[in-house]
């Protein structure tokens, strides 16, 4: 998710003196993250709605 965060690059970061995250299943931290705006694409907007209208209903809300 960080605008820096690039496979073909060693270390998988076009930062030259970022450390490498060994342990990417834990939580790490980095001084040159920054968010990559594009990173998230919510789910279908439609398809919610018509699950929590469905509960609604169920649950008689």
């Given at each position: ?43 279908d ?10 509960l ?6």
């Amino acid at each position: 998710m960080c605008v820096e965060y690039d496979v073909s690059y060693a270390k998988h970061c076009r930062e030259p003196i970022a450390e490498e995250v060994r342990r990417k299943d834990e939580a790490n931290f980095c001084d040159f993250f920054r968010p990559r705006p594009d990173a998230y694409h919510p789910k279908d907007v439609a398809e919610i709605a018509t699950a929590v209208s469905a509960l609604e209903a169920l649950f008689k809300k």
